[in-house]
Structure formats: C-alpha cells, structure tokens
C-alpha cells in the first residue's frame, strides 16, 4: 500500500519524477540568491505568482544598509511580480504557511530547510535551494525522487512534564543525523490523535534534523478542526496501512525532558543529568517553538516570578504576539522580566538579535546546536519550552516542573 | 565526465554553517563566501581549495538549504566532494550549481590525487578503486551543462 509521499505524488518510492507545485516560498535569507538564479534563467516568466510567497523573517527589521538595501530589492520584486508578501514583523515563512495557507495533500517547495514543518498537515512539504526555486518561479514545477518512508508509531500521551519538543529530540536521536536521509518519515498510531497541531508543527520541524526530506502526519479531526478555524473544510487522511522499509516505536509516556547538547541535535541527555549548567541566556522561539502554546505554556511557569538570565521570547507570528498581548501572556511574560522581539528566526542562525558572545552558553527552543551558529564560541543547548522556564527562572539549566 | 584533484579529507557531518557560517549570507558578493568558507572548521583550508576534491565522511551538507555552501565550495576551486553520503538539499544544490559530487566510500590522504569518472562509475585514489552510486539521467546532465542555468539556457 502506498506512503503518504506517494499518494501525494502519485508514484512509487525511487520514481523520479515531475509535479506542479502547489506553493512555494522564500525568505530574505535566500529570497535574493534566489532572484539572481531566476534573472540568470532568462526567461522573464513567472508562472504562478499566485503560488508564490515571499517572507520575511531572517533579518528583520534589517539591521544595516547592505541588508536593507537586499531586501529592498526582493520587496520590490514581490510586489512589481504579483507574489505574496509578508514584510518584516509578519512572522516566520513556515508560521505564515502554517496559518491556513499549507493544506493536506499539497506539494509544497520553501526556500529554507524547515519547510518540512508543513508536513504537519498533510502536505508533502520540503526544502530546496535557490536554484531549484528559481526553476519552480520560471515553470511551476520541479522534480522529486519520490522517497522510501521510515513509519515512526505512537502510543499513549506525553506526561510527567515532557512535551512534543522532547519527543521530537528523542526521535531525532534514535535516528541519528542522518537516518532519515533521503527518506520520509510519517508519524502514525493511536498516540497522534493527542497531539495538537502547534505540537505536530514542532515534530514535523525536526525531520530535516535527521536527513529527512519530509516529515508529515495524517490530516485527522485535529487537522480539520484548526483548519476549520481558519475557513477551510478539508477532508481527513485515512493510512492505508502502508509497509514500512524501516520502523520505530515511542510510547509517548516514556518520554522524558531532554536537551540536545552542543554540537549535535542528536546527542540528548536526561535535563536531570545536566542540572545547574550555568547559563547566559535562555531563547524561545523560532519555526521550532515560537507558537502560541509555547509563549502560554512559558508564561504560565514564569507569571509572577523573574527570570535570573538574559530571557529573549521571538514569537513566531504577529497573530500569534496579538493573541499573546489580548489573553495576558504578554505582559507576564514582560513583567517577569523577559524581553521580546518582533516576529522573527534571527538569533537562532546567530543573524540577527539574540547573538552570544564568545564563552556565553544559550539554552534555546530552536533546532539546531551547531558549533557558532548563535554565535562564534558560543555553546547551544536546546530544550522544549518547559525546561528553557524552570532553567530561566534558575538562571542555569533546571528540570521542567511536574516532571517525576 | 570526469574530474580529478588533490584530496582534502574531512569528517563525517559537516553541517552547512561550517561550510559558510551565517553571519556571511547577507551579500551578494560571492568573494565574501569563498573568503570564509570552512572558517569555523579550520580557517587554514580556504587557501588549499584551489583544485582539490573533498573527500568526507556520511553526511556532508546537512543544516540548511543555504546555496551559498555549494557555490563557495564551487567558486573556491572544488572541483568535487566525494563521500559515503549526503544531505538531500546539499546535493540537489550542488547539481543545480555543477559542482560535481559522488557518493562513495573511500579512504585516502590529504594530497592524495584522486579522479571520479562518472562514464566509468568508479572513484580512484593511489592503489583502490570504488564504486560511486549512479547519478539519475537528468543529474548528469545537469552537471555536464554545468548546472540548471546553463541546462536551462540550452533547453
């Protein structure tokens, strides 16, 4: 029986072969290598600007004059051409998607590695380069190697302080850095149906951290009724039982907070065993864990306390900073001392705001932990929301509350 | 096709901010990642580029889809990265730009002359032969035109 990549692509793992893309999208990270590809191709066309999103979310509000002067240039590009545009402060491109663009069963090509967070839906949605999206701009299509998928079963329900994040670490370390490569992973069984999207987002978002082209989940009554919310009636996804190549199982009850220490995603530790790591700053945010449930759920643990360390929160949209500032998350989250940017990824790729010094140890919520990434000679420890709050309000690296 | 070079050896998951660090995207003036390139991994690399084929353990190009680590590789004077495997975007990339990658497990030396024929499926370092796993039909193409643009452009 076919994979969900397969139905969505109509062939059979290892078939190369071509489709139409139902949307893609850049940033201005790689928006402008992008535009010189498509200006280098010589056509002029664009085939599907309807299909086409440009958005901003890498280095905004622009920082210095080259940067500013780049984005000019795209944002004049998007406009003059007909694409969608979400200018600084909208949010960050997969957020955006994730808003009641992305649908089940779409082909979907964003500029960035993370596109693969969209596989929340139902969509078989992943990364490419610049080239491949200058190709996708002049003809609406590119091609695929329909890939061989790697079933990742679920049980049960995530307790005892742990959340999808932690999930989402141990999978990436009992695949490795490259398990998944080449591959797509779909995660099914009776434990999917207690995962909020905003908690399948964060799943999905990690696949690429195991080689994965995609990482994708079912559209169930979940999926339907967050997408219900934003006008959309949309059908499930039924699994038609499809054989696995390779297998995995987690009983969403084992799983324990965890942190991915520096510099690799898939080297995880217990958070007991890393207890009293002194910390310089603590960072929530990104495609990972910027959503709404992560700024409620950090809120809820610091509301009425202060936080002992640097504390930046970068919400991932600016519907999502508007809902925290209309329920009381935002200002618990500025009375406990925590200071928050515009809707935005910079400090996660040490790009913009948020950078550490030589030396300074962050614990973030984002994905990845590489040597310098935030910064050179800094140290990344990465941590679901939870444990990055009980660690803020220590000022050094603390077990989630509840946690047993 | 077929190139040859001297070897420079790496290890296994050479992630893309090693390849080109984040802090250099923002340019469109290609010089600043052939500067950098390999900076947080050994800054003395860069200069040895010139001709060289990469020869690394599983995993290279994985992180980002930042095209910039390609075209720096590229632009620096690689002539092509052999290894047992590859991130999916990394190698789509590197196609897409024609810098030539074969995936392969071989063992050899800085400085060790190497050649990958792809007409003969095989790479080949002093005294060992290997197979590299075949390239699609379309991937070869691509990289004799010397990447999608020049492929396109003769379409």
């Known amino acids: 029986m076919p994979s969900l990549s397969e139905l969505i692509l109509s062939g059979i793992a290892g078939d190369y072969v071509d489709r139409p893309v139902d949307r893609a999208y850049v940033h201005d990270g790689t928006g402008v290598l992008t535009l010189e590809t498509w200006r280098a191709l010589g056509t002029g066309e664009i085939a599907a600007p309807s299909r086409l999103y440009v958005l901003f979310d890498h280095i905004i509000p622009a920082n210095n004059s080259t940067t500013a002067d780049l984005q000019h240039e795209l944002r004049d590009f998007a406009v003059s051409s007909g694409l969608h545009l979400s200018d600084s402060g909208g949010g960050i491109c997969h957020q955006l998607m994730a808003e009641g663009v992305a649908l089940p069963g779409e082909v979907i090509a964003g500029a960035d590695s993370h596109t693969c967070t969209l596989g929340a839906f139902g969509a078989f949605a992943t990364g ?76 999905c978002n990690l696949s690429v951290e195991t080689g994965a082209k995609a990482g994708m989940f079912y559209a169930d009554s979940v999926t339907r009724e967050y997408l219900g919310s934003f006008g959309h009636e949309i059908k499930v996804q039924n699994s038609l039982d499809p054989t696995y190549p390779q297998e995995y199982s987690f009983d969403l009850e084992d799983i324990e907070p965890v942190i991915a220490v520096p510099p690799r995603v898939d080297t995880i530790r217990p958070v007991h065993e890393l207890e009293g790591i002194s910390l310089d700053q603590v960072f929530v945010g990104t495609c990972t864990n910027g959503r709404y449930e992560d700024l ?22 600016r519907e999502i900073l508007l809902l ?81 | 096709m077929r190139i040859e070079g001297h070897a420079i050896c790496l290890p296994a998951d050479i992630d893309t901010d090693m390849i080109i660090a984040g802090r250099y995207l ?46 720096a590789l590229k632009e620096a004077g690689v002539r092509g990265i052999i290894a047992p495997s590859f991130a999916r975007i990394f190698f789509r990339n590197a196609i897409n730009i024609g810098l030539p990658l074969a995936e392969a497990d071989i063992l050899c030396s800085d400085g060790d002359k190497l050649v990958v024929d792809y007409y003969a499926g095989k790479v080949f370092a002093p005294g060992i032969s290997r197979d590299i796993r075949p390239l699609s039909h379309r991937m070869l193409r691509i990289l004799a035109a010397g990447g999608l643009v020049p492929f396109w452009r003769q379409k």
Request: proline share 4%.
């Open chain 2, 26 to 71: 923002r340019t469109k003036d290609h010089s600043v990642w052939t500067r950098h390139v390999f900076e947080d991994l050994d800054p003395g690399i860069a200069a040895r580029l010139e001709g060289a084929v990469i020869v690394a353990g599983k995993n290279f190009g994985c992180g980002s889809s930042r095209e910039q680590a390609p075209v």
């Open chain 1, 128 to 203: 490419v380069g610049a080239t491949d999206m200058a190709a996708i701009f002049a003809s609406g299509m590119t091609w695929f190697r329909i890939p061989e998928t790697i079933g990742i079963f679920l049980s049960g329900n995530l307790c005892g302080g742990a959340e999808a994040k932690d999930l989402a670490l141990a999978y990436v370390a009992r695949l490795g850095m490259d398990g998944g490569t080449y591959h797509a992973l779909e995660f099914v069984g009776e434990g999917v149906s207690s995962l909020s999207m905003d908690s399948r987002l964060t799943i």
């Open chain 1, 296 to 317: 409620s759920r950090f809120a809820a643990i610091v509301r009425g306390k202060k936080v002992k360390v640097r504390t930046i929160i970068g919400p991932a949209s």
């Open chain 1, 324 to 404: 925290a500032a209309r329920t009381g998350v935002l200002p618990d989250l500025l009375a406990a001392g925590c200071t928050i940017l515009p809707p935005g990824c910079g400090p996660c790729l040490g790009a913009h705001m948020g950078v550490i010094g030589e030396g300074e140890v962050c614990l973030s919520t984002s994905n990845r932990n590489f040597r310098n990434r935030m910064g050179v000679g800094g140290e990344i420890y990465l941590s679901s929301v939870a444990t990055a709050a009980a660690s803020a309000l220590r000022g050094e690296i603390s077990m989630p509350g509840g946690a047993t």
